[in-house]
């Protein structure tokens, strides 16, 4: 799918234009000698910011941008520059260069101009209103009944199964004993 490459309104993509002028000439690069090639360029007119890995992928960013746009050609990994399409690519960085020089390069303002002549009101429009028809009465609303506050939550009691409850009524009445009294505790660690 090609499409037309397209500008931003940030100002001119010197590295976007820095591989178009090297893939003017006539031989096919491959991304590492391409890359090296612009690098240097760009270093040499103090355009190179922001480090040389991030400056890798914004040049291959922009080089994928290029070849979908139609304006580079890749066969395998090799590129080489369609003379045709970067005589257009040039004409329009140039003529985008000129009106960020200039200035106008920003939006438009989003609200219209104001007119010269002077506007003139229309007339106001009567309004015709039709005779209010009387609404059927309404039926008293039914009281409503108080919210009841949620019932605390019951504990659920072990289900028996039918085995168990036989076994439970065979075992004799549980038979109390006397409780043991405790040992003092001085005892009990000298045991220890």
């Known amino acids: 799918m090609k499409t037309a490459y397209g500008f931003s309104r940030r100002g001119p993509d010197r590295v976007a234009e820095e591989l178009a002028t090297v893939l003017s000439r006539k031989t096919a690069f491959e991304f590492k000698a391409l890359f090296s090639i612009v690098h240097e360029n760009l270093r040499a007119r103090n355009m190179?910011?922001?480090?040389e890995?991030?400056?890798?992928?914004?040049?291959?960013?922009?080089?994928?941008?290029?070849?979908?746009?139609?304006?580079?050609?890749?066969?395998?990994k090799t590129y080489r520059g369609i003379a045709p399409a970067l005589v257009t690519f040039f004409a329009t960085a140039a003529e985008m260069n000129a009106k960020f020089a200039s200035g106008n390069h920003s939006r438009a303002p989003m609200s219209p101009p104001i007119p010269e002549t002077p506007v003139v009101a229309p007339e106001p429009v009567k309004k015709v209103t039709a005779p209010k028809a009387k609404a059927p009465a309404a039926k008293p609303a039914a009281p409503k009944a108080k919210a009841k506050a949620p019932a605390a939550p019951k504990k659920l009691a072990a289900k028996k199964t039918?085995?168990?409850?036989?076994?439970?009524?065979?075992?004799?009445?549980?038979?109390?004993?006397?409780?043991?009294?405790?040992?003092?505790?001085?005892?009990?660690?000298?045991?220890?």
């Open 48 to 51: 190179a910011s922001g480090g």
């Open 162 to 192: 039918p085995v168990a409850a036989k076994t439970a009524a065979k075992k004799a009445p549980a038979v109390k004993r006397p409780a043991k009294k405790a040992a003092p505790r001085a005892a009990k660690a000298s045991n220890r």
């Open 53 to 76: 890995e991030m400056l890798r992928l914004r040049a291959y960013e922009k080089l994928q941008n290029l070849v979908q746009g139609g304006i580079v050609k890749k066969v395998g």
